[in-house]
């Protein structure tokens, strides 16, 4: 089986959470950013942590994670370490949290 594409985007992923379908959501911005705006269903691991904390996400290594930062760039990083990991169904959400307000919550501030 091939690894899925690298992107989703945050219609997908939002269909996901409504269906209640299993899979993580990762932020990996810093804790000051979490703070200001975030998606209640993610689960934080600083990027700079992931290293350290990768066995956290050993329950998830066969299931579908989604990485996702403020606009994309960090979380794309993080989603090609865990897939030399070997976390197979690793994926980047387009455009981060700022898409997501953008797309799905404008209610959600934007920085």
């Given at each position: 089986m091939?690894?899925?594409?690298?992107?989703?985007?945050?219609?997908?992923v939002k269909a996901k959470l409504d269906a209640n379908e299993p899979f993580l959501l990762l932020d990996?911005?810093?804790?000051?950013?979490?703070k200001l705006v975030n998606i209640a269903q993610a689960r934080l691991i600083p990027m700079n942590e992931i290293p350290q904390r990768?066995?956290?996400?050993?329950?998830?290594?066969?299931?579908?994670?989604?990485?996702?930062?403020?606009?994309?760039?960090?979380?794309?990083?993080?989603?090609?370490?865990?897939?030399?990991?070997?976390?197979?169904?690793?994926r980047n959400l387009?455009?981060?949290?700022?898409?997501?307000?953008?797309d799905i919550d404008p209610s959600l501030p934007r920085y």
């Open positions: 091939s690894a899925p594409p690298i992107e989703i985007d945050c219609k997908t990996c911005r810093n804790p000051d950013e979490h990768v066995g956290e996400l050993d329950a998830f290594r066969q299931a579908e994670i989604v990485v996702h930062c403020h606009h994309g760039g960090r979380s794309l990083k993080v989603t090609h370490w865990l897939r030399q990991q070997g976390f197979e169904n690793v387009t455009g981060g949290i700022d898409q997501w307000a953008i």
